[in-house]
């Protein structure tokens, strides 16, 4: 008799395997590795390394002594998920034993507490980077200044993102244009090189845009997710731009700015917790960039971007079954 094997998501038929897809992840995420250590030096690559070691012990001890089965820390999946965690965190001394933490949460509860790769609705690296943020505030809120390229030394000051300054500003009274003038923000372009405070591995748009299109091209990734995240914030906060930009900030701004380009590049496409079909994936983007918008400028925090995936994530299953493509319909 034959048996039908049924297996985790995602379920694709092609030459490429899930090793290949996780090794090219984490090839596409070295631009902005690079990046930041060339702007926050050896504390960015510390933590990262860390982060890694962590994720990867975590999933084989959890595999190995818990699950009982063949560990699967070689297909890449865990150095995808503690790069990530890594990047989103800031490059502060402290950051290298609270981010073991993350780890800890990230593969344990995010990914090997539902079966594994496969089987996670959430993405495990947000998952720990939520829970960091709420269990120490402080430390993920307290931001390093951007040295000169190549600092070696772990001695940073800190400092606040735009983001940061712009939404104490605007809560405090202030208007955009008399914050812009008061502080030293950087210039646009500065911004899109990554020469601005913030979590270290999401300062950089160009080095994740050089990323992304390296995963277009090996059609890892598709462009639905990104261009509908990325367009839904870019238009949304241009509609409140245009009807008050003394209190919000313009479009090009907010999607430089912050977490959006990693988010939308790198998290929101996980193809595990994200919608199978096309205009799920569509609807998908579009939810995290209005989230993430709606968030920053009337929320707690100055930034959205993980909440909005993590919340989208939730809808993935639904989404799934409202955009059900048709040869899978009955």
Same mark, same amino acid.
């Given at each position: 008799m034959n048996l039908l094997n049924i297996s985790g998501s995602p379920h694709v038929h092609?030459?490429?395997?899930?090793?290949?897809?996780?090794?090219?992840?984490? %090839?596409?995420?070295?631009?902005?590795?690079?990046?930041?250590?060339?702007?926050?030096?050896?504390?960015?690559?510390?933590?990262?390394?860390?982060?890694?070691?962590?994720?990867?012990?975590?999933?084989?001890?959890?595999?190995?002594?818990? %699950?009982?089965?063949?560990?699967?820390?070689?297909?890449?999946?865990?150095?995808?998920?503690?790069?990530?965690?890594?990047?989103?965190?800031?490059?502060?001394?402290?950051?290298?034993?609270?981010?073991?933490?993350?780890? %800890?949460?990230?593969?344990?509860?995010?990914?090997?507490?539902?079966?594994?790769?496969?089987?996670?609705?959430?993405?495990?690296?947000?998952?720990?980077?939520?829970?960091? %943020?709420?269990?120490?505030?402080?430390?993920?809120?307290t931001w390093p200044t951007v040295g000169k390229w190549f600092p070696m030394t772990t001695d940073i000051v800190t400092g606040a993102t735009p983001l940061g300054i712009i939404k104490e500003g605007v809560k405090s009274g202030q208007s955009i244009s008399e914050v812009m003038a008061q502080n030293d923000l950087p210039s646009m372009m500065e911004i899109f090189l990554g020469h601005m405070g913030g979590s270290?591995?999401?300062?950089?748009?160009?080095?994740?845009?050089?990323g992304a299109i390296y995963l277009l091209c090996r059609k890892i990734i598709s462009w639905h997710i990104p261009v509908a995240f990325i367009g839904t914030a870019f238009v949304f906060s241009g509609i409140l731009w245009l009807i008050?930009?003394?209190?919000?900030?313009?479009?090009?701004?907010?999607?430089?700015?912050?977490?959006?380009?990693?988010?939308?590049?790198?998290?929101?496409?996980?193809?595990?917790?994200?919608?199978?079909?096309?205009?799920?994936?569509?609807?998908?983007?579009?939810?995290c960039g209005l989230l993430t918008v709606i968030i920053r400028n009337w929320g707690v925090y100055p930034e959205g971007v993980s909440f909005a995936i993590l919340i989208m994530n939730s809808l993935t299953p639904l989404l799934n079954r409202w955009c059900k493509p048709k040869r899978f319909a009955v």
């Open positions: 092609s030459d490429e395997s899930t090793k290949k897809i996780m090794w090219r992840v984490n %090839l596409a995420l070295v631009p902005a590795l690079l990046v930041a250590i060339a702007y926050f030096g050896l504390n960015a690559l510390l933590i990262s390394l860390i982060s890694v070691a962590s994720c990867v012990l975590f999933q084989w001890l959890i595999e190995k002594f818990i %699950l009982k089965q063949e560990p699967t820390i070689w297909d890449g999946s865990a150095i995808v998920t503690g790069l990530l965690l890594a990047f989103n965190v800031p490059a502060t001394p402290q950051m290298m034993w609270i981010v073991v933490i993350g780890a %800890l949460v990230a593969i344990g509860i995010g990914k090997m507490s539902f079966g594994g790769l496969g089987k996670n609705p959430f993405n495990p690296a947000l998952v720990g980077r939520v829970f960091l %943020l709420i269990s120490f505030p402080v430390q993920m809120t270290f591995g999401e300062v950089s748009a160009l080095a994740i845009l050089i008050n930009p003394e209190m919000y900030m313009d479009p090009l701004m907010t999607i430089l700015t912050g977490g959006i380009m990693l988010g939308a590049c790198f998290m929101a496409t996980d193809m595990v917790t994200s919608p199978m079909a096309k205009s799920g994936q569509l609807i998908f983007g579009f939810g």
